[in-house]
């Protein structure tokens, strides 16, 4: 089991200080909740991320698919990552550090555009039986 006080005591002190002023879940944004400290270990031991970023934290949540997610250490970047895919390769930063993520507001990245077309031709190879090619029209 992790030690979560001295794991949080690594955490850089603006993201302490949010802790120490807020002991219940906030949702900064329409859709950013932070976890209040009494939540830590349960969110992190159900996302098993001693296994998975041992000097990791997860810190919050989209209400969705995402985590917000911070190294133990003085000095850290917010990260947002899958909660399916908690590997260090797939951390996206999303700011420098958690003061200046709490000073802008909890920005989030910007979603890309997708510039697909309407309408696109589908090919079929080989057609299983009547039912699958009448579900295709």
Request: net charge negative; proline share 8%.
């Amino acid at each position: 089991m992790r030690d979560y006080d001295l794991l949080i005591q690594k955490t850089p002190p603006a993201y302490q200080a949010w802790l120490a002023d807020n002991p219940d879940e906030v949702l900064q944004t329409d859709v950013i909740g932070l976890y209040s400290r009494d939540s830590l270990p349960e969110r992190n031991e159900t996302n098993e991320m001693e296994t998975f970023l041992p000097d990791h934290l997860i810190i919050g949540d989209d209400s969705g698919d995402y985590v917000f997610v911070m190294r133990c250490s003085s000095e850290s970047p917010v990260y947002i990552v899958d909660h399916g895919s908690l590997r260090l390769d797939d951390l996206q930063e999303i700011a420098p550090s958690f003061s200046v993520w709490l000073e802008s507001g909890f920005p989030l990245p910007e979603e890309p555009e997708y510039h697909l077309p309407l309408r696109a031709d589908i090919y079929v190879d080989r057609v299983g039986d009547l039912k699958t090619m009448f579900a295709l029209q």
